[in-house]
């Protein structure tokens, strides 16, 4: 079974503060994705990276960056988080092919106050 | 702006009735679809996949896949309480599975 996990299920920050999000794979995938979702929105890409070091921005990179130093393993920085960064926080990985599906992780419930 | 569209719902259904949920997207050359199933405060979790026009059954669920007319819908046959959730229709784009994207998905609730 592939398995997908997250550092944290639930993190309360601070508005400024630095925030990592971690997610780890153990299923040798090569891509990695970090989605947020939010009530009314659905899933929104952030950033999804393809192979090591490699990354590409999604629909809403604004305030995020990424880090991928290891294939199983990919990051999610809020540099400076705000009030706007509030929302559920999902990573999943995929195979190369087109019909690979996407496997997700648990989610990690982000609250910046 | 490629999209996949989806009535949010809520789509109430009696216990042992069929559950229709539909799915329209935007672009045309897109090659891959698949069903997730999100419960409350859960992530997305796979529940079926097609890539070629038609029918595609696996138990109580039947994907339907009509390129020329740009949908792709999901069939629950005899509906239980436990189906109740969030259902997301998800389009591969491209032939890379690098990105693929997602509806807001349909609430279902399956009424006793």
């Known amino acids: 079974d592939v398995k997908v996990t997250q550092s944290s299920r639930y993190l309360v920050k601070r508005t400024g503060e630095k925030v990592f999000l971690e997610c780890v794979q153990d299923?040798?995938?090569?891509?990695m994705f970090w989605y947020r979702q939010d009530p009314g929105l659905g899933l929104r890409l952030i950033y999804f990276?393809?192979?090591?070091?490699?990354?590409e921005k999604g629909d809403i990179p604004e305030g995020y960056s990424v880090s991928r130093e290891k294939k199983e393993r990919f990051s999610l920085i809020l540099e400076s988080a705000s009030t706007n960064q509030t929302s559920m926080y999902l990573c999943?990985?995929?195979?190369?092919?087109?019909?690979?599906?996407?496997?997700f992780g648990p989610g990690t419930r982000l609250t910046v106050l | 702006q490629k999209e996949v569209e989806q009535n949010s719902g809520p789509l109430s259904v009696p216990e042992g009735a069929i559950a229709s949920l539909n799915c329209t997207y935007s672009?045309?050359?897109?090659?891959?679809f698949f069903w997730y199933r999100q419960y409350s405060g859960k992530s997305p979790e796979l529940i079926m996949f097609?890539?070629?026009?038609g029918d595609k059954e696996d138990g109580r669920f039947t994907a339907q896949l009509n390129k020329a007319s740009q949908y792709v819908s999901l069939l629950i046959r005899d509906s239980q309480p436990s189906d109740s959730a969030t259902y997301l229709c998800?389009?591969?784009?491209?032939?890379?599975?690098?990105?693929?994207?997602f509806g807001s998905g349909t609430r279902l609730s399956i009424r006793p």
């Open positions: 999943a990985s995929c195979g190369a092919g087109a019909a690979d599906t996407q496997y």
């Open positions: 299923m040798d995938h090569e891509n």
């Open positions: 990276s393809y192979d090591v070091k490699m990354k």
């Open positions: 672009d045309r050359g897109s090659q891959s």
């Open positions: 097609i890539y070629s026009n």
């Open positions: 998800a389009v591969n784009e491209d032939s890379s599975a690098s990105k693929i994207i």
